[in-house]
C-alpha cells in the first residue's frame, strides 16, 4: 500500500542526492576533459609519429643513407614478365624489367636510365595526411583546457578525416587513362625506350608494390570496339615501411574504362 505523504517528505532527500550524484559526474566528467584525454592523445601522438618515421623524406645529401628495398618481379600468368625493383623511401631508384611480348617468343628488356627514379605520389600524399593528423593534436597539448565533449569529438573527427584520407591513398590507386598513362613522365625512363605500343604503371594497393603492363593491338577499321582485357597485376609486399609481414600474391588486373580509338588493349601482367 502507497503512503503518498510519506513518498512527498522524501523528494528534499532524493532532490538533494540527485543534485550530490550530478555534481561526482561533473567532476569525473572535468577529470576526464583534463587529464584522460590527453593522455590518450599523447598515445595517438606517439603511433603517428611512427607511422610518420616509416614515411620519411631522407635528409637532403643522405639519400644514400636510407634503406633500400629489392623486389623480384614475377608475373602470374606464364612469367610474361620478370624483374627487380628498388624502393627507397618514397621513391623507384632502379627497374629492371623483362617482358615477353603475347604470341611471341621475342623477350624485351628495359631498365631505368641512371639519371631518372620514379616517385610514389601515393606515398607522398599519405605521408602528408598523417603529418595534417599530426599537427592537429599537436594544436592541443597538455596546457590546452578541453571545456566540452563536443570539443574532443570535433579535433577527433578532423584527426580520422586525415587518416582516412592517407588509408584511402594507400588502398585506392589513381585511375589513369591509357592516354594519360602514355604522355606521363614514367614512360620517359627507360633505356631502350619503351615501344609505342607497350605501357607500365607502378603503384600502391594496401600493403603491396605493383607492376601492370599493357601491349596495345591496333584493331582493323571495321572491327566493333568490344574490349575483354585478361591478366593479372603482380603484387608483392614493400616491406615494414607499409607493413610489416604480408605475403606476396597476384590479382586480377583491372582495365580503365578510356581508351584510344580503335586500339584494342591486353593487360600483360
Same mark, same amino acid.
Given at each position: 500500500?502507497?503512503?503518498?505523504?510519506?513518498?512527498?517528505?522524501?523528494?528534499?532527500?532524493?532532490?538533494?542526492?540527485?543534485?550530490?550524484?550530478?555534481?561526482?559526474?561533473?567532476?569525473?566528467?572535468?577529470?576526464?576533459?583534463?587529464?584522460?584525454?590527453?593522455?590518450?592523445?599523447?598515445?595517438?601522438?606517439?603511433?603517428?609519429?611512427?607511422?610518420?618515421?616509416?614515411?620519411?623524406?631522407?635528409?637532403?645529401?643522405?639519400?644514400?643513407?636510407?634503406?633500400?628495398?629489392?623486389?623480384?618481379?614475377?608475373?602470374?600468368?606464364?612469367?610474361?614478365?620478370?624483374?627487380?625493383?628498388?624502393?627507397?623511401?618514397?621513391?623507384?631508384?632502379?627497374?629492371?624489367?623483362?617482358?615477353?611480348?603475347?604470341?611471341?617468343?621475342? #623477350?624485351?628488356?628495359?631498365?631505368?636510365?641512371?639519371?631518372?627514379?620514379?616517385?610514389?605520389?601515393?606515398?607522398?600524399?599519405?605521408?602528408?595526411?598523417?603529418?595534417?593528423?599530426?599537427?592537429?593534436?599537436?594544436?592541443?597539448?597538455?596546457?590546452?583546457?578541453?571545456?566540452?565533449?563536443?570539443?574532443?569529438?570535433?579535433?577527433?573527427?578532423? #584527426? &580520422?578525416?586525415?587518416?582516412?584520407?592517407?588509408?584511402?591513398?594507400?588502398?585506392?590507386?589513381?585511375?589513369?587513362?591509357?592516354?594519360?598513362?602514355?604522355?606521363?613522365?614514367?614512360?620517359?625512363?627507360?633505356?631502350?625506350? &619503351?615501344?609505342?605500343?607497350? &605501357?607500365?604503371?607502378?603503384?600502391?594497393?594496401?600493403?603491396?608494390?605493383?607492376?601492370?603492363?599493357?601491349?596495345?593491338?591496333?584493331?582493323?577499321?571495321?572491327?566493333?570496339?568490344?574490349?575483354?582485357?585478361?591478366?593479372?597485376?603482380?603484387?608483392?609486399?614493400?616491406?615494414? &615501411?607499409?607493413?610489416?609481414?604480408?605475403?606476396?600474391?597476384?590479382?586480377?588486373?583491372?582495365?580503365?574504362?578510356?581508351?584510344?580509338?580503335?586500339?584494342?588493349?591486353?593487360?600483360?601482367?
Amino acid at each position: 500500500m502507497l503512503h503518498p505523504q510519506r513518498s512527498l517528505s522524501e523528494l528534499p532527500k532524493m532532490s538533494a542526492a540527485s543534485q550530490v550524484e550530478r555534481a561526482v559526474l561533473e567532476e569525473e566528467f572535468n577529470w576526464l576533459l583534463k587529464e584522460e584525454v590527453h593522455a590518450v592523445l599523447k598515445q595517438l601522438q606517439e603511433i603517428l609519429k611512427e607511422a610518420s618515421r616509416r614515411f620519411s623524406m631522407p635528409t637532403p645529401g643522405l639519400e644514400s643513407q636510407q634503406k633500400q628495398e629489392n623486389f623480384i618481379l614475377g608475373s602470374s600468368t606464364m612469367d610474361q614478365v620478370k624483374g627487380v625493383l628498388t624502393l627507397q623511401g618514397e621513391a623507384l631508384t632502379q627497374a629492371d624489367i623483362n617482358l615477353k611480348v603475347a604470341k611471341s617468343s621475342q #623477350v624485351l628488356h628495359f631498365q631505368f636510365r641512371e639519371d631518372k627514379q620514379w616517385k610514389l605520389q601515393q606515398i607522398q600524399d599519405a605521408r602528408n595526411h598523417v603529418n595534417q593528423a599530426l599537427l592537429l593534436l599537436s594544436s592541443r597539448d597538455d596546457t590546452y583546457q578541453f571545456k566540452t565533449g563536443a570539443e574532443v569529438n570535433k579535433l577527433m573527427d578532423a #584527426v &580520422m578525416l586525415q587518416l582516412t584520407r592517407a588509408r584511402n591513398r594507400l588502398t585506392t590507386p589513381a585511375s589513369l587513362t591509357l592516354p594519360e598513362l602514355a604522355t606521363s613522365g614514367l614512360m620517359k625512363m627507360f633505356t631502350p625506350p &619503351m615501344p609505342g605500343d607497350v &605501357m607500365v604503371n607502378f603503384y600502391i594497393n594496401l600493403s603491396k608494390l605493383c607492376l601492370t603492363v599493357y601491349q596495345l593491338h591496333v584493331l582493323p577499321p571495321n572491327t566493333t570496339k568490344n574490349f575483354k582485357p585478361t591478366g593479372s597485376s603482380v603484387l608483392h609486399n614493400p616491406g615494414a &615501411m607499409l607493413s610489416p609481414s604480408s605475403p606476396a600474391s597476384g590479382t586480377t588486373g583491372r582495365s580503365d574504362p578510356a581508351r584510344p580509338p580503335q586500339t584494342k588493349l591486353t593487360n600483360q601482367v
